[in-house]
């Protein structure tokens, strides 16, 4: 594919994760009377579709926005693996979409460390109460110390889980087992494992994506 004058380029030309953003469904079907062209809402919302990131070595990386990673292609610096049926048209030319890219040179992906953060336990925990296993959204959880602070217990991310108040409340200065509670699982620090898991989330509605993930 020849580069396209008419569409911009991110100079940065990073694939920056996008995986909260993209888990995000563009809403379908019938929207409000706020869309004055139907035709552009919809290439709107198909840019914004997930698209699997593979390494040059087919393991998956990550996911970004359809808008990304044809700006990938355009670049030269990955090409279209899976395709959707659906194109999007610029002034010249139109182009298929893409379901999964490939990068062209090999990446070196360092140890997947992601910063620790609220936003970040709550995703590796998928919004579940880790006491309770019920789910709630991000604004009903909080983060509980497993081992409690002032019993020397510290703040990582083996020591910390989403939890709601409910159970944060019954739960106090106690440990699970002193509270007679137990954890879903144990907490680990988010890996690329746990990237993949939230990939084949993303994923499950594209059959596309199957080969590369499920193996
Ligand atoms: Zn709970």
């Not at 030269?76 to 002034?91: D, F, I």
């Not at 090999?106 to 019920?134: G, M, V, W």
């Not at 083996?158 to 159970?167: D, G, M, P, Q, W």
């Amino acid at each position: 594919m020849s580069a396209n004058r008419h569409m911009s380029v991110d100079s940065r030309g990073r694939y920056t994760p996008e995986v909260a953003g993209a888990a995000a469904p563009s809403s379908e079907g019938p929207s409000g009377s706020r869309s004055h062209n139907p035709l552009l809402q919809r290439r709107a919302s198909l840019m914004q579709e997930p698209v699997l990131v593979l390494n040059a070595t087919y393991e998956p990386i990550n996911v970004t926005a359809v808008r990304r990673a044809m700006v990938l292609m355009l670049k030269g610096v990955a090409q279209a693996e899976e395709m959707h049926n659906a194109e999007v048209h610029s002034a010249a030319h139109a182009h298929k979409v893409p379901s999964v890219i490939r990068l062209l040179a090999y990446r070196h992906i360092p140890q997947q460390s992601r910063a620790l953060s609220r936003k970040n336990i709550l995703l590796r925990d998928r919004n579940t109460c880790q006491f309770c296993c019920r789910v709630f959204p991000s604004s009903e959880l909080t983060l509980d110390h497993v081992v409690p602070r002032s019993r020397g217990g510290r703040s990582s991310w083996e020591n910390l889980v989403a939890c709601c108040y409910r159970c944060n409340n019954n739960k106090g200065d106690r440990t699970p087992e002193e509270a007679g509670l137990k954890l879903a699982r144990r907490p680990r620090p988010f890996t690329l494992h746990t990237s993949r898991q939230l990939m084949r989330l993303i994923g499950h509605r594209d059959e596309r994506w199957r080969k590369y993930l499920f193996y």
